[in-house]
């Protein structure tokens, strides 16, 4: 299929394949083989026809070559908002991975919408891409799981679960081991109700942190009130409101992701919250600048590069031929001077 | 060309425009010219054509219609970091803008490396892609220059200035605006010396910035004192150690980025120096948690959504037909609690 020398019909190629043959002595299949990197190729020709190409300034057309070799060598990734800096690092992680190996990457943001997702699963199906990374923004949603069902190439989900269709590769953050952590760093300064301004539950981190901080505080014998919601500041608003007014209110806050912490610093200012005097802080994904808010907060760090990196390496893995497989990426936890002893033992 | 119905050549088209056609009872080149959004048909025929599309499951290769039409409906995007707030809403307000007007937007991080600019600018010459914007590391990289002489699609320059080739279009931020309104407002507080931790010299920021800041100082027979380099928060540290080490100190320092920032900030924590009782700062770029800083920190915003949205329209308005074309996006300085008078006239 390769050998096969159509670059003359594509618009803006101006020499082709014929051409650099015949300048360069040589069969037609002989320059089609190392324009495709076939194995069955000497250096000695690999040099020589390289340098006839270079000389001759032939630019082959890799959307048509790809086209014949049934890959597009791109890979489409759908998330909810690249200017997340949580989702911008994973992106970065991604696409220099990808294009390590020659892939190139499309991105698209759905902006929050699961509607968004499907028209963008549809649309990548469309345009051939050979795989696809996908940060839902709602793992249930029926256009997203129909447009999936109809999906043929390898897909890898980012930190997201879906009852079906099942079988699709993932790269988890492993939320769990980050909450445990600091929710025993809080119990051990003698916390004894824990707060978290959650993420959505229809979303797996929602899910699991509420889970873990529920199991966490269990185990202890303290108590976790957690309040749900969208990964936006206005949920944080709500929730540090909801939380603190409550009846015994917490002594701790956990922020469940870097979205919803300005919303509960919002509420910890205008109240004129001590913090951690009258109130200790934990927040996720360690951000710029996070570092300068005082007193520095406390975080749970969920590895955003990693992350990006080992979903693409993943996917590559796949279109190699490998089985889907499931990836756990541990998450870190960093104490700081935003959690201490609570005003006093409730 | 678009009524050539070569659709059942392409691997993993299951169904053909034939099969459409025939189970509609139209012309192939009806169902053609419904699906390409040929406006030569009627509104009666466009919904019995959908339906049967739509029953029938039929999946158009986008690929291979834009390869008839010579588009491909794709935009590459080149920039140093995408993990950088900054580029990361430029990134979010292009792909917003072209999605909404049917391209997809391919992304590749040149990690600040001029050398891997020039390689996604052929990569994306290769893959045929309909436009590109370029945030690059170097404006005056030969073989980035090399190629975009090659380019012979609609190219948009987001803030970066060439010398050749000539006649590109670009979205400039209009940085004087932001730091002369900056300068006045240290002016006016009392400062006799402003330094400034500039950016690189070979990118249009850190030029204007220099020479805005140089040019503002003049007029008011203030003294400008500039240390440029990197984009790096090491070159934060180096050029706040510098300014503040030198004779005559100044009494007020401008971090030329976001990514600046965070290195005078250590500089100025490790030293205790207070701000703004001893030392007046304002940045650029209105990060996430820039807010939460103490004091707040004074800011002059790029407006990156905006930078983005228009870059992506200006492409557009190429890709329909217009001439290139240059917009200067202003800037926006909002003074903050750390700026106040010198701790004594100098």
């Not at 040589?26 to 990197?37: E, F, I, P, Q, T």
């Not at 040099?47 to 597009?72: C, D, F, K, M, W």
């Not at 969208?230 to 209110?249: I, N, R, W, Y």
């Amino acid at each position: 299929m390769d050998d096969v020398p159509t670059d003359e019909r594509e618009p803006g190629a101006r020499l082709n394949l014929r051409e650099v043959a015949e300048r360069a002595g040589v069969a037609m299949s002989s320059v089609s083989r190392v324009l495709s990197n076939h194995p069955d190729v000497s250096p000695r020709m690999r040099r020589h026809v390289l340098a006839i190409v270079e000389e001759l300034g032939y630019e082959p057309n890799l959307l048509a070559q790809s086209l014949r070799r049934g890959s597009t060598l791109s890979v489409g990734f759908v998330i909810r908002d690249i200017s997340s800096p949580l989702f911008s690092e994973i992106a970065l992680g991604a696409e220099t991975e990808l294009r390590n190996h020659g892939y190139s990457m499309m991105l698209t943001n759905s902006e929050g919408l699961p509607a968004l997702d499907a028209a963008h699963i549809r649309l990548f199906r469309q345009r051939r891409v050979d795989g696809l990374l996908l940060s839902l923004a709602d793992e249930a949603y029926e256009d997203t799981i129909e447009e999936l069902r109809r999906v043929s190439v390898p897909v890898v989900l980012i930190d997201r679960e879906l009852a079906e269709p099942s079988g699709l590769s993932a790269v988890l953050s492993d939320h769990a081991s980050g909450v445990r952590a600091a929710a025993q760093h809080l119990i051990q300064l003698g916390h004894r109700r824990i707060g978290l301004a959650a993420g959505p539950l229809n979303l797996r981190p929602g899910r699991e942190l509420k889970s873990a901080l529920e199991d966490a505080c269990r185990r202890a014998g303290v108590e976790a009130l957690v309040d749900d919601g969208p990964f936006t500041e206005e949920h944080g608003v709500a929730a540090a409101t909801h939380l603190l007014d409550s009846k015994t209110p917490p002594t701790a806050l956990i922020a469940g992701s870097n979205q919803i912490l300005p919303g509960v610093l919002h509420v910890i200012r205008a109240r004129g919250i001590a913090v951690p005097d009258e109130l200790s802080l934990v927040t996720f994904d360690d951000i710029r600048m996070l570092e300068f808010v005082e007193p520095p907060i406390a975080v749970v760090s969920r590895e955003p590069l990693q992350l990006g990196r080992e979903a693409a390496a993943l996917l590559l893995r796949q279109l190699a031929g490998e089985e889907p497989d499931t990836i756990l990426i541990p998450t870190d936890f960093q104490p700081r001077a935003s959690c201490a002893p609570p005003p006093h033992r409730a």
